[in-house]
């Protein structure tokens, strides 16, 4: 919303009677002239890694050079730990990938938020208008300070907001499985608690979901067109394609009723991780204690080709 119509709510707001009134009408006809946006979310979420932001970040930098990166709390709604107050200088970051290593040592530097409830600062990605990247002014860069007001959504509203997308990585990296609090009970294995006893060191990822989230107006074409092809780089960034692996052998054991096909998002570069040594693992594969030990999900080989043999 635009400090004018704040300003005109707030002297509505401010008068008493028949004025009041009148000013009232005027305010509702005002905003029966004014378009509508049709709003569309895009939400996604995926397990990924600090090497899947890196590469999310590569291939922003490549196709959207301009795009800026700051701490959601910068804006209203619900950003965590809390909104940022308006004295708090705009810190900009030129990459993802640097804006979520500031984060995590704003996570380390915050003592006094490291709560239960504790979440490390959003980031809001934007690319700013020609005229806001002329100006310069960080204020206009971010697009102001406000999200649109659901209660209107006016077109303008998601216009001056921009083209931007947020990102959730809450994952606290790879853990060794005794440091685990287990999410499944089925998990809490003798031999997963003491892996040094019975298998080689491993570690697994975090199990706690990324989240790619925006919203635009289907009616305005630039936000629409670049918000779809944000969230076509992010699918880049992970898959449902999976494979088991035996964290004692290192090898894959795919299970007879297994379809290849994981119930979530893992990202490649931490599916990856499966093969580097140690092993990293993207998490526990879901497997009942009853079916035997845990195993971990890793990277589906790459089929190979078979090479043609001249005759003759």
Known sequence: MTDE???????????????AKESAEKFVKDLENEPRARVRRTRSKAIISIEDIKFFSELLLAEFPDLIY???NYKTGNPTPSKF??????????????????SLEIEKQRPAYNGPNFNRPDIFCRLPWPDERTAGIAEQLIGGREFPDDAYDLAFQYRDL??????????????????????????????????????????????A????????????EETMSFAK?????????????????????????????????FSWNIGKQALANALSDPPRYAG???????????????????????????VG
């Not at 119509?5 to 004025?19: A, D, H, M, V």
């Not at 810190?91 to 990938?97: C, D, I, M, S, V």
């Not at 287990?182 to 570690?203: A, G, H, I, N």
């Open 162 to 207: 921009g083209q931007w997308f947020m990102l959730h990585y809450p994952t606290k990296g790879y853990l060794y499985p005794r440091m685990m609090t287990d999410p499944r009970k089925e998990w809490t294995l003798d031999d997963v608690k003491s892996p040094e006893q019975r298998y080689m060191p491993f570690q697994v990822l975090d199990s």
């Open 284 to 310: 526990f594969a879901p497997r009942s204690a009853s079916d035997g030990s845990p195993l971990m999900l890793g990277p589906v080989p790459k089929p190979v080709r078979k090479i043609k043999q001249s």
């Open 209 to 220: 979901q990324s989240e790619f989230f925006t919203l635009y107006d289907l009616n305005d």
């Open 229 to 261: 092809r944000a969230h076509a780089l992010w699918r880049r960034t992970y898959t449902n394609k999976v494979a088991h692996y035996d964290p004692a052998t290192g090898e894959i054991v795919q299970p007879a009723d297994w379809d290849g096909k």
């Open 5 to 19: 119509k704040r300003t005109s709510i707030r002297e509505l707001l401010g008068q008493r009677g028949r004025s």
């Open 85 to 102: 107050s308006t004295d708090v200088p705009i810190t900009l970051f030129p990459t993802l990938h640097a804006a979520i290593l500031a």
């Open 70 to 72: 700051f701490f959601a």
